[in-house]
């Protein structure tokens, strides 16, 4: 299995950046794809970015589109989120998720592994 660990949330101002990273320890020889979702205070959690197995196929949700990159260092065996123009309804508890295969998901259901949150706040 993969253990995911993120780092890098905390508090920024509207219009500022964060980079979130998601470190991936244990069988992380086999190929997997990577998400990052996202779910503030009585909302369901969604997709924010996703990023296959080698880094070349990535998707957006709709409201990060043009503000937020996924990326990946396989040698490093870490994922990042790269957050720019931060808005107060970025705000929320940012997760790392990852399955095994090259595909990735929108889909919650789909990834098998997640990492305990990350918490970003975003002061108007």
């Known amino acids: 299995q993969v253990r995911l660990v993120e780092s890098g949330g905390g508090l920024v101002q509207a219009g500022g950046s964060l980079r979130l990273s998601c470190r991936a320890a244990?069988?992380?020889?086999?190929?997997?794809?990577m998400g990052w979702f996202r779910q503030a205070p009585g909302k369901e959690r969604e997709v924010v970015a996703t990023?296959?197995?080698?880094?070349?196929?990535?998707d957006y949700g709709d409201a990060v589109k043009g503000r937020f990159t996924i990326s990946r260092d396989n040698a490093k065996n870490t994922g990042y989120l790269q957050m720019n123009s931060l808005k107060p309804e970025d705000a929320a508890i940012y997760y790392c998720?990852?399955?095994?295969?090259?595909?990735?998901?929108?889909?919650?259901?789909?990834?098998?592994?997640w990492g305990q949150g990350t918490q970003v706040t975003v002061s108007a």
């Open positions: 244990g069988r992380t020889c086999r190929s997997y794809a």
């Open positions: 990023i296959n197995d080698h880094g070349r196929q990535f």
């Open positions: 998720a990852g399955r095994y295969g090259t595909l990735p998901s929108t889909r919650l259901s789909d990834y098998a592994y």
